[in-house]
């Protein structure tokens, strides 16, 4: 892929045609758009009548994740538009068939991941992003995410090992925390993310406050940035 620094000439010609497009499939395309608004709405609404409000931002975010399938979608009715024929849902079908593996999902695996898992990764559909040598080398994988598919921000909803070689990687720049209010008590240590102990405060990760927003039921989601030097 050659990359080629943008003008606005050539911009001007992309909205001119992406318009004509959209004029020519108007139909179709607001339908097709229409389900996944609806769908959304119908989760939103939901979670509020359910008295989940804390859980709408992470739902918005999760559900903002579907958008590269439902691109495939419109693709598929833009390759049936330009082929000269009348678009419909049969389009988008055809545009889901069509598309990628690594539009549903990317498996991060290294050099040394048996081939037995890397034949059930492709039986399952999913791409394979191969970063590093006896374990998934994160840095490397997320620099792979930027260059071959222009990934701008990853979005971490995991466990605490994920999330703690991340942070111990120095890969994380904001986090997420909602405070509940509520007191669980106990004798078992918690941590806010699994990683190995620590032998010295310089391995700390030091957080600087981004912002506060208090929510409904008394929750508080704080937003951080993750100190840098």
Known sequence: MQIVPPDFSGLRQALAEGWAMANATRGVSIAYAAIFTLAGLAIVGSLLALGLTPFVVAA??????VGPAILAGFFGIARTYEAGKRPGFGSVIAGFTAAAPAV???????????????????????????????????????????????????????GGALAGAMLRAGLVHEVSVLVQPVLVGGESPGSFY???????????????LDGVEPLEDGVVLLLYEVARG
């Open 104 to 158: 549903w999902a990317l498996a991060l695996v290294c050099a040394e991941t048996p081939a037995g898992h890397l034949d059930e990764v492709r039986r399952a559909g999913c791409a394979a992003l191969a970063a590093g040598g006896e374990r998934v080398d994160l840095r490397a994988a997320l620099e792979a995410l930027v260059e071959r598919y222009g990934v701008t921000r990853v979005r971490i909803d995991s």
């Open 194 to 208: 699994r990683a190995p102990d620590l032998r010295a405060f310089d391995g700390v990760v030091r957080l600087r």
């Open 60 to 65: 918005a975010g999760a559900f903002m994740l």
